[in-house]
């Protein structure tokens, strides 16, 4: 046992303060005196230039500012008096994420649901069976192809981690096949907010095409704020991490599909019996906190909160306004850390077949989203 | 792709602690901890407007 697994947890979360206060001041000072500087300062003899020509907002200088910290200020590592508290950042996101869940009704869940599992399970297998396909033509290894099918079907980081054991994937596996995904997708997530706004996308159409072709859960949050960072019932966020929630419940199901494929091609190895049932991986890998995110659809359906404000419905009470005023800040701090681990060193691990594979699915996947939401505007559900 | 030059991704990966993203054991315990984080969050704000 090595001296970092023997600290106690408490320790840990004291230890967590110096980076947590860092994140806050960072966000505060953007927010509360960034922002509104850049709505009213003149660029180009533009007033507001920085915000209406570039889109800039809290959300995207706050991941710029995490990035910084990590590549520029602090020279590639996080300090250690710092390093604890950005461990908190995805803690964090979860934690908003569940709270999201007050933006939905059990019955906007349902309306969405046969559409959102028809497009979301369209796309995860067909980024599958893409990355499948091609490792056989760049002759990738077996084990490296299904933690990066995973990868690119689901939810990036999470399905990667979560498959790797069950296909025995070495760690530079799981290592090439994140650096690939986090690479592609900080590129989606700046430049989504500009097409957007280019094609004039509404938050419906942008929600639904971010949540379906943009890899990574935080990355898809970072894509919505950055696009709108407003929450409330209909904006960006609240259906691209809808559409995100879809994906990432069927984090099992993939991994079973694509255990079952890769120990096909090694059942003449004595290892075969390795091979994972579904309830087991059911069990192991559902992510918890998405039931954490149902029970506040519920909560919020049986209007434990008040009224959430829906289109046409009466306004949002004091208690669900409160909410969400909450939420966007828990994002922007987790967002803020988020930035602080993405490495530019660790981006250039990327490289080779795994690489080309996941661009050309990454873009495939993410081309493909935008037409087919183009193609399907006039029947997207409204929530 | 020479596996010993290759540092572990920047997210959560179990084999390596000083690498995560995460101050929680794995991924489960995180989520468990955004739940009891989310409970504390409506108790307060609920405690605050009542």
């Known amino acids: 046992m090595n001296a970092e697994s023997e600290r106690g947890f408490m320790q840990k979360l004291l230890s967590a303060v110096p980076g947590l206060a860092l994140i806050v001041v960072t966000l505060v000072a953007l927010r509360l005196w960034v922002e509104p500087w850049m709505a009213t300062s003149v660029v180009f003899g533009q007033k507001g230039w920085l915000v209406n020509s570039l889109h800039l907002n809290y959300i995207l200088l706050g991941i710029i500012a995490g990035m910084l910290y990590r590549n520029v200020i602090f020279g590639g590592k996080l300090p250690a008096i710092f390093a604890d508290g950005f461990r908190l950042s995805r803690l964090l996101i979860k934690t908003g994420i569940i709270l999201l869940g007050s933006l939905y009704t059990v019955q906007a869940i349902v309306k969405l649901g046969a559409m959102a599992i028809f497009l979301i399970g369209g796309f995860v297998v067909l980024s599958i069976v893409m990355v499948l396909w091609l490792s056989r033509i760049f002759a990738m290894e077996r084990s490296m192809t299904a933690v990066l099918a995973n990868a690119c079907g689901i939810c990036g980081v999470s399905a990667a981690v979560a498959t790797a054991p069950a296909v025995e994937a070495k760690a530079a596996h799981v290592a090439y096949a994140i650096a690939t995904i986090l690479g592609f997708g900080i590129a989606t997530m700046f430049i989504s907010p500009f097409i957007g706004h280019a094609l004039g996308l509404t938050d419906l159409q942008y929600g639904a095409w971010i949540g379906t072709g943009i890899l990574n859960s935080g990355q898809v949050l970072a894509a919505a704020l950055a696009f709108n960072p407003k929450v409330a019932p209909g904006t960006a966020v609240s259906v691209g991490e809808i559409w995100n929630i879809m994906r990432v419940i069927s984090i099992p199901f993939a991994v079973f599909a694509v255990t079952v494929w890769y120990w096909a091609g090694e059942s003449k190895r004595e290892g075969a019996a390795q091979q994972k049932t579904l309830g087991t991986l059911l069990i192991e890998k559902f992510p918890v906190f998405v039931l954490g995110f149902l029970v506040m659809v519920l909560l919020t359906s049986m209007g434990a909160f008040g009224d959430v404000g829906i289109k046409g419905g009466p306004p949002a009470s004091e208690t669900i306004k409160t909410l969400r005023l909450w939420m966007t800040w828990i994002f922007g701090f987790g967002l803020v850390g988020l930035g602080g681990y993405i490495d530019f060193k660790e981006l250039a691990q990327a490289g080779g077949a795994p690489l080309k594979v996941g661009l050309i699915v990454g873009v495939t996947k993410y081309v493909l989203a935008l037409a087919v939401v183009l193609l399907i505007k006039d029947y997207l559900v409204e929530i | ?50």
């Open chain 2, 1 to 50: 792709m020479a596996e010993s030059n290759v540092k572990i991704g920047s997210e959560t990966v179990a084999s390596a602690e000083k690498g995560k993203m995460t101050l929680f054991r794995d991924d489960r315990q995180e989520d468990w901890g955004a739940i009891l984080v989310a409970i504390v969050v409506i108790a307060i704000i609920v405690a605050m407007k009542m």
